[in-house]
C-alpha cells in the first residue's frame, strides 16, 4: 500500500457541473487526500449537487469560462472540463495546463455531437478523454490519437448503504431524460412494481437511500429522449445496489455493486490519470 500523505498533491479545477459527477469526484478526492478539487459552473439548482455544496456557481457560460483562466494563474495541475469541447482549446492555448474532458452521455451520445467537426477538432486538443459508459468509446472520434480511458461513475457509499433487512416489492424510476412513453412501456411487463415519476413526486437527495431500502430490487429500465435503451447501470441503479437492492437490468440481476463504483476505486483510477497526464509515468 502506498502512503497517501506522501503522494504528490495534484490540484483539479472542474468546469462545468454534469450528472452530479465532478461533485461526487470532488467530494471524494478531498477527502481521500489526493489534493484540492474545485468545481465551477453555470447557476442551476440540481437536488443531488446542491447536497454536496461544492460547486461554484456563476450567471453565464463566459463567468465561468473567465474565472477559470484566473484560477488557473494559481496553484492548478489539471483542467477537467466535463461534456463541453469548446472549452478545451481555450484552456490549452490560454493557460498551458493539461486538459482532461469527460463524457457522461447526451454530451457523446447524440450523432451531432460525435460528428461534428468542430466538436472533434477541439475534443482532439485534450490530454486524455474519459467516458463513463464502454459503448461511447466509438463515438469519441479524434483526430490524433489521443488517450481515451473508461472511468466509471462512484457512488456515494458514505450517503448510500443498506439500512434494512424487511424489503418487499420493486421499484423503478422515471427522470425528465426520458423517453416517458417508450420506458413505461417497457415497465408494464413487470410485477408489484412501484413506479415513481420524478415529475409527479420529488424526493430529496437526503431521502433516496431511505425509499431505496424499502424495496427488494430496483429495475434499471431507461429509454432516453433520443430513443436510446441505456445499457450501462443508471447512477440509480448502482445506489439500490449500495444501499442493498438487487437490480434488474439488460435482462439480468445484479446483487452487489460492482467494485469498479466503488469510490476508493473510482478516485485512485481518476488520480493515476492525472499522474499519467502531468508526468508520463504510471502511478
Same mark, same amino acid.
Given at each position: 500500500m502506498y502512503d497517501k500523505n506522501k503522494i504528490r498533491k495534484i490540484n483539479v479545477l472542474h468546469l462545468f457541473e454534469m450528472a452530479a459527477g465532478p461533485s461526487i469526484q470532488t467530494y471524494f478526492y478531498k477527502k481521500f487526500g489526493y489534493g484540492e478539487s474545485w468545481v465551477l459552473s453555470r447557476e442551476k439548482s440540481h437536488p443531488v449537487v446542491d447536497f454536496y455544496?461544492?460547486?461554484?456557481?456563476?450567471?453565464?457560460?463566459?463567468?465561468?469560462?473567465?474565472?477559470?483562466?484566473?484560477?488557473?494563474?494559481?496553484?492548478?495541475?489539471?483542467?477537467f472540463i466535463h461534456g463541453s469541447e469548446f472549452a478545451v482549446p481555450i484552456f490549452k492555448i490560454l493557460t498551458r495546463k493539461k486538459v482532461i474532458l469527460q463524457y457522461h452521455g447526451s454530451?457523446?451520445? =447524440?450523432? $451531432?455531437?460525435?460528428? @461534428?467537426?468542430?466538436?472533434? %477538432?477541439?475534443?482532439?486538443?485534450?490530454?486524455?478523454?474519459?467516458?463513463n459508459q464502454k459503448e461511447q468509446l466509438d463515438k469519441i472520434i479524434t483526430i490524433r490519437n489521443?488517450?481515451?480511458?473508461?472511468?466509471?461513475?462512484?457512488?456515494?457509499?458514505?450517503?448510500?448503504?443498506?439500512?434494512?433487512?424487511?424489503?418487499?416489492?420493486?421499484?423503478? =424510476?422515471? $427522470?425528465?431524460?426520458? @423517453?416517458?412513453?417508450?420506458? %413505461?412501456?417497457?415497465?408494464?411487463?413487470f410485477s408489484d412494481l412501484t413506479i415513481i415519476d420524478?415529475?409527479?413526486?420529488?424526493?430529496?437527495?437526503?431521502?433516496?437511500?431511505?425509499?431505496?431500502?424499502?424495496?427488494?430490487?430496483?429495475?434499471?429500465?431507461?429509454?432516453?429522449?433520443?430513443?436510446?435503451?441505456?445499457?450501462?447501470?443508471?447512477?440509480?441503479?448502482?445506489?439500490?445496489?449500495?444501499?442493498?437492492c438487487k437490480v434488474y437490468h439488460d435482462e439480468r440481476f445484479i446483487d452487489k455493486l460492482p467494485i469498479e463504483h466503488q469510490p476508493e476505486v473510482v478516485i485512485k483510477k481518476l488520480?493515476?490519470?492525472?499522474?499519467?497526464?502531468?508526468t508520463g509515468k504510471k502511478f
Open positions: 455544496g461544492v460547486v461554484e456557481k456563476f450567471p453565464h457560460i463566459r463567468d465561468v469560462i473567465f474565472e477559470g483562466l484566473k484560477r488557473c494563474k494559481n496553484d492548478i495541475d489539471i483542467v454530451d457523446i451520445n =447524440l450523432p $451531432s455531437r460525435s460528428k @461534428n467537426i468542430f466538436r472533434i %477538432l477541439f475534443r482532439s486538443m485534450a490530454d486524455a478523454i474519459i467516458y489521443v488517450r481515451k480511458e473508461y472511468q466509471p461513475n462512484a457512488v456515494d457509499t458514505d450517503h448510500f448503504n443498506s439500512l434494512n433487512k424487511n424489503r418487499k416489492g420493486s421499484l423503478a =424510476l422515471i $427522470s425528465d431524460n426520458l @423517453n416517458r412513453e417508450k420506458t %413505461l412501456k417497457g415497465l408494464k411487463e420524478k415529475q409527479e413526486k420529488v424526493f430529496s437527495y437526503e431521502e433516496m437511500p431511505n425509499i431505496l431500502n424499502q424495496y427488494e430490487t430496483f429495475v434499471d429500465y431507461k429509454v432516453t429522449d433520443y430513443g436510446m435503451l441505456l445499457k450501462a447501470l443508471s447512477r440509480s441503479a448502482l445506489e439500490a445496489l449500495a444501499c442493498g488520480y493515476s490519470l492525472f499522474y499519467y497526464v502531468l
